[in-house]
Structures are given as structure tokens and as C-alpha cells.
């Protein structure tokens, strides 16, 4: 039914970096011109987000966040290779692309160092049992990782920086949208054109406030899910601030 899919695709918008908890929602009548239909079913996609306890309605007030959707809490930051070995599932990466280049100027604000200094590139396809869960393309300093290999890239990124490199990853910026397939897309992951996808950007911070690394990633999310803790930050653990985007 259409306001089930217009609440699927809110509740993603409520999870991403653009809503706080207490955040107000449009109103019904702006994301019925957004998404093209009758204030009803809109207001039908709101009682579900309601009874999913997302949002509360205020009397004229509005629609607020209630709070973020998260259905599974693990207590520490976790890569993707490390949830779904827990999980019992395989998983592995296929490396299509593995470079070192200059860093363009939206990549360099995002890891804050220099226009034009050295970064590795890597493109690679992670499977889960076979099937393609996500296409990623990666951003590290050099500077930081001067022995990253493609047999690295193969494995967890997370075991590289902290086991060998002895780096401690102390939390990431996410920042979720939901995309539709293009034809490439389409063909890394093995996926219709125009399935929806969802687009996660991520940043990583160590406990020194370097940022290790970014990377922009299309996930199929039909055939497997993965669910995160978000930790709750107190005023005195303050933490490195994810510069502003540009162009991403």
C-alpha cells in the first residue's frame, strides 16, 4: 500500500543525521506535494510512524521524533564484517578498484587534511553468503596506512587499522539516504534498476580525533539487515565534529 512505502521511506529520513530526537516533521500537506498524494495517506503513513513510537503528535503543535529507529544495540562501535560473523553468516569482498591518488577537495574537508594529498581509493562489492549486500567506495589518508593492501581490503578494514596498525576507533558519523539503482548499480549488485537502495556516507574518528576513514555506500537492504546501537553522547565526552559537507 502507498502509505506504508511513504512510512518506510520517512523512517529512513528520520534516521539520518538531518533529525534530532524532539525534530518537528514537515507538514501533511507539504509531503503530500513531496510524494504526490492526498493528505489522508500521508496521515495514514504518520499513524503508522505513531504506533511504531517514531513520532508524537502535539496538539497544534505538530509531529516530532520521538526517537531513532534502531531495532538491535550491540555495546560498541562494530564493522560489518565483525556483526555478521557473530551473526554465523560469511562473509567476503571482492576488490574492484585499489589506488593511490590526490585528494580531491570534498574528499580532503571530509578527512581534513590537504587538497592534493596522497589517499588510497578502493572500490570493492561485499557478498554475504554469496549474494551482494553493498558496494563501497572507500577514502584513507596515506599518511596514516602506509602498508594498506589489497589483501587488507579483502578482509575487515576495522581489524587492519586497530590489530595492526594500533589505531583505536573511538566512533563514526553516519549519514542515511535512501537511492534509487542506477545501471551500474544495478550490475555490482546484481539488482533491477530503480530497486531501492539505501546510500550511507560514513566517517570514522580515532580517539585522538583523526579521521581515519570515508566512504559513500549503496546497500541492498532486501535481502539482509543490519541494525546499529547509536551511543548517547553526555556534554563532557566531546567528541570531533564531522566538517561541513560539500557537494556529497
Not at 71 to 85: A, C, D, Q
Request: aromatic share 8%; net charge neutral; glycine share 6%.
Amino acid at each position: 500500500m502507498i502509505y506504508k512505502s511513504i512510512a518506510d521511506r520517512l523512517r529512513l529520513r528520520l534516521n539520518s543525521s538531518g533529525y534530532n530526537v524532539g525534530s518537528p516533521l514537515p507538514g501533511e500537506k507539504t509531503l503530500a506535494l513531496e510524494f504526490g498524494v492526498a493528505r489522508m495517506t500521508v496521515r495514514k503513513a504518520i499513524d503508522l510512524l505513531v504506533s511504531w513510537g517514531l513520532v508524537v503528535r502535539r496538539h497544534g503543535s505538530g509531529t516530532f521524533v520521538a526517537r531513532k529507529d534502531v531495532h538491535h544495540e550491540t555495546t560498541n562501535l562494530t564493522g560489518l564484517v565483525e556483526v555478521l560473523r557473530q551473526q554465523g553468516k560469511e562473509v567476503q569482498s571482492k576488490v574492484l578498484q585499489f589506488e593511490v591518488m590526490p585528494a580531491p577537495p570534498a574528499i580532503a574537508s571530509q578527512l581534513r587534511i590537504q587538497i592534493d594529498e596522497r589517499i588510497y581509493f578502493s572500490r570493492r562489492v561485499r557478498y554475504v553468503e554469496g549474494k551482494p549486500l553493498m558496494l563501497e567506495d572507500s577514502f584513507m589518508p596515506v599518511k596514516l596506512f602506509r602498508h594498506l593492501s589489497l589483501a587488507h581490503l579483502e578482509g575487515s578494514k576495522f581489524d587492519y587499522i586497530e590489530k595492526e596498525c594500533g589505531i583505536t576507533i573511538s566512533g563514526n558519523y553516519e549519514s542515511l539516504t535512501p537511492v534509487l539503482a542506477d545501471k551500474q548499480l544495478a550490475q555490482l549488485l546484481n539488482v533491477a534498476e530503480h530497486t531501492p537502495l539505501l546510500r550511507i556516507t560514513s566517517l570514522s574518528y580515532s580517539d585522538n580525533g583523526e579521521f581515519l576513514n570515508y566512504s559513500v555506500m549503496f546497500r541492498n537492504t532486501s535481502d539482509y539487515q543490519v541494525d546499529y546501537h547509536l551511543r548517547r553522547i553526555h556534554p563532557d565526552e566531546l567528541l570531533p565534529h564531522p566538517p561541513e559537507q560539500h557537494g556529497q
